[in-house]
């Protein structure tokens, strides 16, 4: 017959093959001999692979349970101080019941949700990477490498620095970037240091001696808090761990080889592997930039971004981008925006982006953010714009053309009419026109300071399958005769297990998560 094919002529691997009498009849009697489960037995079954007799952190996907949609996802005519006040309120009271606690039981503050030692140890890189990304990769060869690919060990703020300091002296040169592509961060916390005041808003509350640190940040259209301890990476590995360094230590015979290992490199700001303060006993540069990263998810979340962005979640202002060759009437952009810059505006300043360039344009990198620190018209009328690169004390990265250190602009009286001194600290001038005809791209952010200042906005809310949650606490009640035992969970949940004579529950604390 045309185009007929039987099983066993057929080569289509999706075809269910013919079995023989001999073998029909085995599967028939296995079959008979399988016995049904009751339904009780098959959800048994299921749940118990995920009770274990080991105490660990809740599973990071709880069961099935639909999250009800938002009662309201609208937020008409909310007062922006407000909302930063309860963001405030809230992290305090955290802090100080930490606070508390960490003194009653006499413990330094270990974050639970984000511990970077623990994640370290364990070369999970959760605090690191995002997920289903591996930007830095915790291995033996990546940790026993000389070079700064990953951090090479995580300690406490006062086993690194020598007499640490907390946001005792603010200023914008004390910003430099570590070990991540977040230039558009650390540009902004230049421009927030410009504002001491604004700085010390987002840091509500803390403790050096216990070591927590409470920072409030503008997220998705809101105020929230992220509380962090004082745990940082740095670039060198522990003393009793293999390295380069300690080896070239002990082969010199070097007297106190390990007290000179710590204080060459793992003391001050300079041992740190991400960001840092110029200042070697500063600490609230890194340590924001921590609060920040658990903010999103993990550092690795902060690797490219717009100055922009990071001016909304530092101030709650509002940002909007512009194009330089925009601007309508660049005498009015001057007068009513630029020249009020740390007043009623941020800008920050970059070029490249839409070009893919990773070059220079006269000393100015591609790709990379600087922040506009004042705008000054000269006694003479020319208008000059004062910049700051991230990157710290280097002269890379800065501007060489008309009006760059030692060029033939300058004379002693301008020198004292800005009171601007030549060196290394990767600050610069430049003219007006020079920066509107070298950088192509510009973040606005309007301050909204004003106590009145009122924010409408709605979103849309969107029902998904699973929580990614736990409880911290439960609670369970018992007495001498009891046959069973319930625990009440703060969701409104009940757990309940029955009691064998004269034995305990061998109930575990993934069991009781796993019912959330």
Same mark, same amino acid.
């Given at each position: 017959?045309?185009?007929?094919?039987?099983?066993?002529?057929?080569?289509?691997?999706?075809?269910?093959?013919? #079995?023989? $009498?001999?073998?029909? =009849?085995? !599967?028939?009697?296995?079959?008979?001999?399988?016995?049904?489960?009751?339904?009780?037995?098959?959800?048994?079954?299921?749940?118990?692979?995920?009770?274990?007799?080991?105490?660990?952190?809740?599973?990071?996907?709880?069961?099935?349970?639909?999250?009800?949609?938002?009662?309201?996802?609208? *937020?008409?005519?909310?007062?922006?101080?407000?909302?930063?006040?309860?963001?405030?309120?809230?992290?305090?009271?955290?802090?100080?019941?930490?606070?508390?606690?960490?003194?009653?039981?006499?413990?330094?503050?270990?974050?639970?949700?984000?511990?970077?030692?623990?994640?370290?140890?364990?070369?999970?890189?959760?605090?690191?990477?995002?997920?289903?990304?591996?930007?830095?990769?915790?291995?033996?060869?990546?940790?026993?490498?000389?070079?700064?690919?990953?951090?090479?060990?995580?300690?406490?703020?006062?086993?690194?620095?020598?007499?640490?300091?907390?946001?005792?002296?603010?200023?914008?040169?004390?910003?430099?970037?570590?070990?991540?592509?977040?230039?558009?961060?650390?540009?902004?916390?230049?421009?927030?240091?410009?504002?001491?005041?604004?700085?010390?808003?987002?840091?509500?509350? %803390?403790?050096?001696?216990?070591?927590?640190?409470?920072?409030?940040?503008?997220?998705?259209?809101?105020?929230?808090?992220?509380?962090?301890?004082?745990?940082?990476?740095?670039?060198? $590995?522990?003393?009793?761990?293999? !390295?380069?360094?300690?080896?070239?230590?002990? #082969?010199?015979?070097?007297?106190?080889?390990?007290?000179?290992?710590?204080?060459?490199?793992?003391? =001050?700001?300079?041992?740190?592997?991400?960001?840092?303060?110029?200042?070697?006993?500063?600490?609230?540069? $890194?340590?924001?930039?921590?609060?920040?990263?658990?903010?999103?998810?993990?550092?690795?979340?902060?690797?490219?971004?717009?100055?922009?962005?990071?001016?909304?979640?530092?101030?709650?202002?509002?940002?909007?981008?512009?194009?330089?060759?925009?601007?309508?009437?660049?005498?009015?952009?001057?007068?009513?925006?630029?020249?009020?810059?740390?007043? #009623?505006?941020?800008? =920050?300043?970059?070029?490249? %982006?839409?070009?893919?360039?990773?070059?220079?344009?006269?000393?100015?990198?591609?790709?990379?953010?600087?922040?506009?620190?004042?705008?000054?018209?000269?006694?003479?009328?020319?208008?000059?714009?004062?910049?700051?690169?991230?990157?710290?004390?280097?002269?890379?990265?800065?501007?060489?053309?008309?009006?760059?250190? =030692?060029?033939?602009?300058?004379?002693?009286?301008?020198?004292?009419?800005?009171?601007?001194?030549?060196?290394?600290?990767?600050?610069?001038?430049?003219?007006?026109?020079?920066?509107?005809?070298?950088? !192509?791209?510009?973040? *606005?952010?309007?301050?909204?300071?004003?106590?009145?200042?009122?924010?409408?906005?709605?979103?849309?809310?969107?029902?998904? $399958?699973?929580?990614?949650? %736990?409880?911290? *606490?439960?609670?369970?009640?018992?007495?001498?005769?009891?046959?069973?035992?319930?625990?009440? @969970?703060?969701?409104?949940?009940?757990?309940?297990?029955?009691?064998?004579?004269?034995?305990?529950?061998?109930?575990?604390?993934?069991?009781?998560?796993?019912? @959330?």
């Amino acid at each position: 017959m045309p185009g007929y094919t039987s099983s066993e002529e057929s080569e289509d691997s999706r075809r269910p093959p013919k #079995q023989s $009498p001999e073998k029909l =009849g085995e !599967s028939k009697q296995k079959h008979k001999r399988t016995k049904s489960m009751t339904p009780q037995q098959s959800i048994n079954r299921t749940w118990r692979r995920f009770s274990r007799h080991q105490f660990n952190n809740g599973p990071a996907i709880i069961p099935f349970d639909p999250v009800p949609p938002p009662v309201n996802t609208g *937020r008409s005519n909310r007062l922006l101080s407000e909302d930063y006040g309860r963001a405030a309120a809230e992290c305090r009271l955290k802090v100080e019941k930490i606070v508390k606690e960490c003194k009653r039981v006499n413990m330094r503050y270990r974050d639970p949700d984000w511990d970077l030692d623990w994640d370290f140890k364990h070369e999970k890189g959760h605090c690191l990477n995002t997920l289903g990304q591996k930007k830095f990769e915790l291995s033996d060869t990546s940790l026993l490498s000389s070079e700064d690919r990953v951090p090479k060990a995580v300690k406490r703020v006062h086993e690194i620095f020598e007499n640490p300091t907390f946001m005792k002296n603010i200023h914008g040169g004390d910003v430099k970037q570590g070990n991540l592509s977040d230039c558009w961060l650390m540009a902004g916390l230049i421009a927030l240091a410009n504002i001491p005041a604004s700085l010390k808003r987002i840091c509500v509350a %803390y403790n050096v001696d216990v070591g927590i640190y409470g920072f409030v940040f503008y997220r998705d259209g809101e105020w929230i808090y992220s509380i962090i301890d004082d745990k940082l990476y740095l670039k060198s $590995p522990c003393w009793d761990s293999p !390295s380069t360094q300690r080896d070239l230590l002990q #082969q010199v015979g070097q007297e106190n080889a390990e007290k000179v290992y710590r204080e060459t490199y793992q003391t =001050g700001s300079r041992a740190l592997f991400f960001a840092q303060c110029k200042d070697q006993n500063e600490t609230w540069v $890194p340590l924001l930039q921590k609060a920040y990263a658990k903010a999103h998810g993990d550092y690795s979340s902060l690797a490219g971004g717009w100055i922009g962005e990071a001016l909304e979640d530092l101030t709650g202002g509002v940002t909007s981008e512009l194009s330089t060759s925009d601007i309508l009437d660049k005498d009015e952009f001057w007068r009513r925006e630029l020249s009020k810059v740390n007043d #009623q505006f941020f800008f =920050g300043a970059s070029t490249g %982006y839409l070009e893919n360039g990773y070059g220079e344009r006269d000393g100015i990198a591609e790709t990379h953010a600087y922040v506009v620190l004042e705008a000054r018209t000269l006694k003479n009328g020319q208008r000059l714009v004062k910049l700051r690169n991230p990157w710290g004390d280097t002269r890379k990265g800065i501007w060489d053309g008309p009006w760059s250190d =030692g060029s033939k602009e300058w004379t002693r009286d301008i020198q004292e009419e800005l009171g601007h001194k030549f060196g290394s600290d990767s600050v610069f001038w430049i003219s007006y026109q020079d920066l509107l005809r070298k950088f !192509s791209h510009i973040d *606005r952010t309007r301050l909204l300071q004003d106590a009145d200042w009122r924010c409408c906005q709605r979103w849309v809310g969107v029902d998904v $399958p699973w929580k990614a949650q %736990y409880h911290e *606490r439960f609670h369970i009640k018992m007495d001498a005769t009891s046959t069973a035992f319930k625990a009440n @969970i703060p969701s409104g949940y009940t757990f309940v297990s029955t009691l064998k004579k004269n034995s305990m529950p061998t109930v575990t604390l993934l069991d009781l998560m796993a019912i @959330i």
